[in-house]
C-alpha cells in the first residue's frame, strides 16, 4: 500500500494507527516466551517481583507507545530484543511449556489458554514433541514496529515551517519578481527549518485603503515581515506611511525598498521601519567630502524650512563640528609647530533657511554679501528651479560660483533651470525596485535563518481585528535584520546604522554641462571616499575649466579689535560724534578712526561710536590704501581676545 502524507500531523496519526495495529496482532508474544526457559515458581516469584518492583513497572511502561523521542527509541529496542531473543530460544530449545504446564496437567482452564498462546498467534499447530518455529512474518512485524517508531522520532522538527513574507510593490510587474526572488531564497537559506512564501499586493489610491489592505492581505496570514516600495508618484510620500504605522504597531518589521524620505528615519514615529536605500539626508556626507576633496573651508547653506531640509543641516553641520574637533585633538597632541595643522577647517558661513513665503531675491542678496562662493542647496524639484532662477537673475550663476546639490535638486523642472556646471548627486541603483526586492529578500531569509536559531520564537499577529498585543518575537527579528550583513547584493554591500538606513552607499558624482545639454559622470562616492574620473574635465559655472577657490576678499571689510595700548588706544568720541584732533611730541597728527563698542564708562555698557587709534590703526590705514578696500572697525564686545576660529 502506498500512501503520500502532505504534513507532519499525518505522519504521526498514520504511525499511529499502524503501530496500535501490530500491537493489537501480538499483545503478549514477549511476555509468553519469557517464562518457557524458566521453572515455574521461579517464574511466578520473579513475576510477582516485578508487578511490586517500580522500576520494573518503569520498564514495562516502556513497551507503550509514547511519543516522546527518548520512549518510543527506548521501547522499540526493548520489545525487537525481547521478540528475536525469544524467536530464537524457540528454535533451539525443547518444546515450551506454559508455566502452569509445568507443575502438572491439572493445573486448570488457565494452564491451557496459556499453552495455546504461541499457536493461536502463529495459526499453527504443532504435534506433541515436535519444536515450535517461530513464523518469520512476526519477527518482521516487530522490527517493522521498532522502525516505524524510530521513523517517528526522526519525523519530529523535519518539516520546514512556513514563513510567510510580505511585500507592497509600486506596480503589478514586480510581484512575479518577489516571488521568483523568494524561490531564489528558499534554495539559499532556511534548508529544512523553514521555506518562505511569497505574499504581495500593490499601492492603493488613498492611506486608509492602504491601511486596510495590509491588515486583510498581509497580516491576516502572519506576515514576518514586510517589504514596501515607494508608490510611482514622485510627489507622494505618504503611502508608506500606513503601511508602516500598521505593521509597526504590530512591531512587524518593514523593510523600505526605495523610499528616501528622511521622515522615516525617525524611529519614534516609524518603530519597524528599515531600508535599502538613504535618505536624502545622507547626501551631506557626500558634500562634506567634496569640500574636503576642492579644499573649500567655506560654504554657504540654503535649505528648505521642512523636515528634508533641516535634517541635511543637521547632518552637514554634525559633520563640520566632528571634523573642528578631530583638528583641535590632533593640534593638541602635536604641540611642535612642525606638525600643527594651520589650515581652517571646513565650516558653514551661513545657513539660510527659506519656505514658500519667502523673497528668494533678498535672500540671495544676503548670500552674495558673505565671503564664501561655495553654495549648498537642499531643497524639492520646484523650490530648486525657483532658486536658480532667482540667482540667474542676480549673477550668481557665473564664474567663480560652485553649486552643491542633491538628486531631487537636478530632477525635471529643476534641471531645465540649473546653472551650467552645476555639480549633483544621484544614488546608484536607487529606482532600481527589482535589484532592492531580490536583496531585500536576501536579507530577510538571512536574517529568518538566524532568527530560528533562537528560542522563544512566537507567531506573528493573525489580522488586526480585536487584536492589540503586538508581536513578541517582533522586536528580535527587527534587531537582527539591523545587524544582518550582506556583502554580495546587486545594490553593492547592505549593512544598516543605528536608524535602520542603509550605510555604504554609493552616488554617481554629474556635471551638468549646459553646452551639450547633458548630465556627465564625473566621479563617484564609493561608500566611504570621493573617487573622481581624470579623463573627465568638470566644467564649471561660467564654463571655466579650472577649479574655482571657493571664496571671494569683499571690497568692505568688517574689523574686529580690542582695546590694547600702545596698539590700540580708545577714546570717547566728541559731541558732535568726530574723533579729536591730536599731535604727537613731534607734531604730527595722530589718525583715528571711528570704532563701534561698548563704553566702559556707562553702566550696561551700550555699544557707542568711539575712536580707535594707536600702531594697528595706523597699519589697517596703509593696508587699505594700497589694496584699495574699505573697512568699519568694532571692538570685541566681552573685551576678550579670540582663538584661531573666533
Known sequence: MHLKFYCRTCWFEALKFMIWRLQQRFPESAKSRACTHLPCRSARTNAGARATDPRTERRARGYQVTWKSSSIASASTRAARNRVSSAQRTRTEPSPRSCENQQGSGSGPAGSTTETSLTSQTGVSEPNGARPRAEPVEVRSVLLLAVLQCCSVALCGCEPRLVNVGAVLSQKRYEQVFKEAV???????????????AISVTHKPNAIQMALSVCEDLISNQVYAILVSHPPQSN?????????????????????????????????????????????????????????????????????????????????????????????????????????????TPKAEKVLLFNQDTNLTALLLEAR??????????????????????????????????????????????????????????????????????????????????????????????????NTNIWRTGPLFKRVLMSSKYPDGLTGRIEFNDDGDRRFATYSILNYQQKPGRVVQVGIFNGTQVVM????????????????????????????????????????????????????????????????GPNGTIPGQPIVPQCCYGFCIDLLIKLAMSMNFTYEVHLVADGKFGTQER
Open 236 to 344: 507622494d510620500h505618504l503611502t508608506p506611511t500606513p503601511v508602516s504605522y500598521t505593521a509597526g504597531f504590530y512591531r512587524i518589521p518593514v523593510v523600505g525598498l526605495t523610499t528616501r524620505m528622511s521622515i522615516y528615519s525617525d524611529k519614534s514615529i516609524h518603530l519597524s521601519f528599515l531600508r535599502t536605500v538613504p535618505p536624502y539626508s545622507h547626501q551631506a556626507q557626500v558634500w562634506f567630502d567634496l569640500m574636503r576633496e576642492f579644499r573649500w573651508n567655506h560654504i554657504i547653506l540654503i535649505v528648505s524650512d521642512d523636515h528634508e531640509g533641516r535634517a541635511a543641516q543637521k547632518k552637514l553641520e554634525t559633520l563640520l563640528e566632528e571634523r573642528e574637533t578631530k583638528t583641535k585633538n590632533r593640534n593638541y597632541e602635536n604641540l611642535d609647530q612642525q606638525n600643527f595643522d594651520f589650515r581652517r
Open 533 to 596: 574620473n581624470p579623463q573627465r574635465k568638470i566644467i564649471w559655472p561660467g564654463g571655466e575649466t579650472e577649479k574655482p577657490v571657493g571664496y571671494q576678499m569683499s571690497t568692505k571689510l568688517k574689523i574686529v579689535t580690542i582695546h590694547q595700548e600702545p596698539f590700540v588706544y580708545v577714546k570717547p568720541t566728541k559731541s558732535d560724534g568726530t574723533c579729536k584732533e591730536e599731535y604727537t611730541v613731534n607734531g604730527v597728527l595722530i589718525k583715528k578712526v571711528i570704532c563701534t
Open 183 to 197: 524561490s531564489q531564497a528558499n534554495a539559499l537559506y532556511g534548508k529544512d527549518k523553514f521555506k518562505m512564501n
Open 369 to 466: 554679501d558673505l565671503e564664501a562662493r561655495v553654495i549648498i542647496l537642499s531643497a524639492s524639484e520646484d523650490e530648486a528651479a525657483a532658486v536658480y532662477k532667482a540667482a540667474r537673475q542676480l549673477n550668481m550663476t557665473g564664474s567663480g560660483y560652485v553649486w552643491l546639490v542633491g538628486e531631487r535638486e537636478m530632477n525635471g523642472k529643476a534641471l531645465n533651470e540649473a546653472p551650467d556646471g552645476l555639480l549633483g548627486l544621484q544614488l546608484i541603483n536607487g529606482k532600481n525596485e527589482s535589484a532592492h526586492i531580490a536583496d531585500a529578500v536576501a536579507v530577510v531569509a538571512q536574517s529568518l535563518q538566524e532568527l530560528f536559531e533562537k528560542e522563544n520564537i512566537t507567531e506573528p499577529p493573525r489580522g488586526c481585528v480585536g
